[in-house]
Structure formats: C-alpha cells, structure tokens
C-alpha cells in the first residue's frame, strides 16, 4: 500500500547520494527532496500508528477468531525502528535542514507541521514503550548510533516545548504538497494544540497541576471546533493506497476478527447508533453478537457478529486526532475543576462529544437524544470520569493504541483476560536493542522497572491506575 510516493522518495534520495559526479544524474529528476515532499512521505506512515490488529487487541476491541494467538497476548514485543528511521528521520531533515522551494508556501508553516507531526510520532512511542531515545534520536549524521533513552516526562516537556514552538510560529498562507489537511495552516494549528490537550490529560493521574497548566494553555492557544477539522488519513480505492482491513479481509479472505462481546454489549444495550458501523450481525440468526475476549471459540463465524463492513472497505477513513476526542477532554477538564462550569459545562461537552461521535461515524446525529438518555449512557455527576472514559473508549473504535492508553489511564471500561493473562501495561522494547544500543537499553529498563526486566506488566511513567 501507498507504494507510489515511497517509491519517489527512494528515488529522490538515491539521486542525491550519486558519488560518481554528473555522468548519471539524470536532469529532469531532482536531486534533493523538498520539505513538503519529505513531509508528504512521512504522513503515509501515519496508518500505522492505527492500522494494527496489536493495538485493537490491546484495547479489546476485537478477538481472533480464526487461529488465535495474538489477541492471547503472547507476543509484547515490536519495534520502533520503523518510525524512526522512515517518517522521524524524513521530519527530523526538514527541522535541521531545510530545503526551501518558493511554490510549497511559507516556511514557517512547513516548519509548523513537521513539529506538529514529530509530537504526534514520539507521543505514539513513548506512551507504548515508555522512555526511549528522543533528545540524542535521529543525529545519524553527527554519528550518534547508541542514543540514550530519555525519560518519558522529559520526552513529555520536550514535547510539549515543541507544539508550542509549531503553534506560536504558524503565519498567514498555506503550504502545498499536503495530503492531510490541503495546506491550511489554521487547522495543523488546531491539531497541534488538540495533542497538547489530549497529552496533558494522559498526565491527569501523575502530575495534576502541570497537566491542568498544559491543558489550559493548549485552550487557550485554539484547539479543534468541529469535526471538519479532524486529522484523518485518507486511503483511496486503488490497490496502492487502499485499507489495511480491506486488504487483509477482502483481498486476502481472512475473516479473522470479531468485535468483543463487552463492546457489542455496550452498544446493544444502548441501541447505539454506530453498532451498525462496528459491527456486522451474526450469520445464524442477523442478530448482533461479541465475542468473549479469550475466547478460543471463534473458528465458528457463523455464531458471532465481525467487523463492520464500513470499517474495512478499500477507501475507509483513518481517524487519527478528531474533535469528539477534544470534546470528552473538556467534559473530563471541567468534572476534575481544571476549567469553569462544573457538571454542568461536562455535561454539555460530553453530550456533545457523542453527538460529535454518532456525525462522524453515521454521518447523522439521529438516536442522539435517545442515547444520551440511556442509563448506562446519561451523564451522572457520581459516576461522570467513568461515563466519559468508557464512551471516549466506544468513541476510539479503530484507534487501539490510543484508547488503550486511555484504558490504562483511567481504568475503564475493564478488560477481560486472555488465557489467563492480563491485557500488558506497555509493550517490550525491540529485541535487536540489547545488541544495538545494550548500555542504553539496560540503563533504561533498571531505571524503570528494577529487577523486573523488560518488562510487559510495568507501567510507564503516566500509568498510576
């Protein structure tokens, strides 16, 4: 997939690296990436920071169903390297040495969105790893090849250093060569300070205070106002660019996942609107049925409900960064007293977060009044963090990683077992660091978990619940 622009940009880095001098360059081929180019190839990794079996297992969103062994928890190991050395590095060039072409816009704004999307990629490492290599990362070409691992509050205050620097330095103008947002400056802005928000609340359990001065300032700065600002990675309806589900599931025949019984119950009991969306209903009987997280029950399709059909066609939308997202974070900021109004404001935010959710994922708010009225859905002052928690979770549908950074943060809703195994706290270093960077990555696991090892049980510096 997307193999159109990777390809360019290997070519586009290859005729740079010519030694031989003129006698092959080829002149109608430019000999260096511009920024947005380099920028354009680093927003087509953005799919797999959500397009993951590991991450909607992880958040228990879905349960093999054919040949289960993943959703068992049995392998909490991956790798990083990845988006270090692809979107990271294509970003970290653009930051240390920009290529400035007239016709791509300003360079404030190209600056803007490379800092915005090197945020959006650490915040995805380090809140699945824990402290990583951050501040000595990417200095290939300053013969760096053993960087320390930083700690993951001091990746959090770099980060955070940083969107403000992208926020405070965006100018009038937009930029070109954008496949997530065509350019506008205005709207990378309003993503910005929305990771901003979402970053200082993950940190509500560790540090209140620099979480509620983070998340007001990111406020205060303009975050997202509707969902036409929503960051979405588009796939299209080619075999180049399409859907990792479409793939898997329609090109390659493999019918091997099924939604959860705790989020079909969830929905079904609600007569939530996007259970349709979610899920399919079940062969025997075209009623909807989840399958029991750890369940080796699911080679027989027929008995349980499988992954909606919207979700996996070829063009299916990635949704990344949205404004319901935002919403449930106000509606969280205003119930913990980091901003005015009470109950009252969180109720309004967090009913307006589902509404939010219903547009974006029916394309309708109709059964909105009807949900938000429902006793496991209306908001109640004694049980409000949990309410938003677990429709923030229903809301994060697709989006394993990040809600199961929300699940670890606040507790909720609770995950199930798997073979007698808990869901892990993080996820294990690559096994190729104890051999490429052995001090650092030695160093790294005493100083977080001790005697424990590389541990898939500890918790990363934010995790208290």
């Avoid at 093999?64 to 270090?84: I, M, Q, R």
Wanted: contains cysteine; proline residues 5%; glycine residues 8%.
């Amino acid at each position: 997939m997307r193999k159109i622009n990777i390809l360019l940009l290997s070519a586009l880095m290859l005729a740079g690296c010519n030694k031989f001098g003129d006698i092959n360059v080829n002149p109608n081929l430019p000999s260096k990436a511009s920024n947005m180019q380099l920028i354009a190839n680093a927003q087509l990794m953005l799919p797999v920071l959500q397009e993951s079996p590991q991450g909607e297992f992880y958040a228990q969103y879905f349960m093999e169903t054919l040949y289960p062994n993943l959703s068992l928890y049995t392998e909490p190991s991956a790798s990083f390297y990845t988006l270090y050395f692809d979107p990271l590095m294509n970003l970290e060039r653009v930051l240390t040495q920009p290529e400035q072409l007239p016709v791509d816009g300003p360079m404030p704004n190209q600056l803007g969105i490379a800092k915005v999307l090197k945020a959006y990629f650490f915040w995805h490492i380090t809140d699945r790893w824990g402290d990583v290599p951050y501040s000595q990362a990417l200095k290939g070409g300053e013969r760096v090849t053993a960087p320390v691992y930083d700690t993951q509050e001091s990746i959090y205050t770099s980060l955070f250093a940083l969107l403000t620097e992208a926020s405070d330095g965006f100018v009038a103008g937009n930029v070109t060569n954008d496949i997530l947002y065509g350019g506008n400056a205005a709207q990378w802005k309003k993503l910005g300070n929305t990771i901003r928000l979402l970053m200082a609340l993950r940190m509500s359990e560790v540090n209140a205070t620099k979480a509620r001065e983070e998340f007001n300032k990111a406020i205060d700065a303009g975050i997202m106002t509707s969902n036409a600002d929503n960051f979405i990675f588009k796939n299209l309806p080619d075999a180049n660019n399409e859907s990792y589900w479409y793939n898997q599931w329609t090109r390659n025949g493999r019918e091997w996942w099924a939604p959860t019984e705790l989020m079909v119950n969830l929905l079904k009991n609600a007569d939530d609107p996007r259970l349709a969306v979610y899920a399919t209903p079940r062969e025997q009987d075209g009623t909807y049925v989840g399958l029991p997280y750890g369940s080796l029950d699911g080679s027989t399709l027929s008995k349980y409900s499988l992954v909606g059909e919207a979700v996996r066609t070829q063009d299916a939308p990635i949704y990344l960064v949205t404004y319901a997202q935002a919403l449930f974070a106000l509606a969280e900021g205003a119930k913990r007293g980091w901003i005015t109004g009470g109950d009252a404001k969180a109720k309004e935010h967090y009913d307006e977060a589902i509404k939010q959710s219903l547009l974006q994922w029916t394309g309708s708010a109709d059964g909105h009044a009807d949900l938000i009225a429902q006793p496991s859905v209306a908001y109640a002052p004694g049980s409000a963090l949990q309410l938003i928690a677990t429709q923030r979770w229903v809301h994060l549908y697709m989006h394993g990683f990040e809600a199961w950074a929300e699940v670890r943060r606040t507790g909720f809703p609770a995950m199930a077992t798997a073979a007698g195994k808990a869901v892990p706290n993080r996820q294990t270093y690559p096994a190729d660091e104890s051999f490429n960077n052995g001090d650092n990555y030695r160093a790294a696991i005493s100083r977080q978990f001790a005697n424990a090892g590389d541990d898939p049980y500890g918790k990363v510096w934010w995790d208290k619940n």
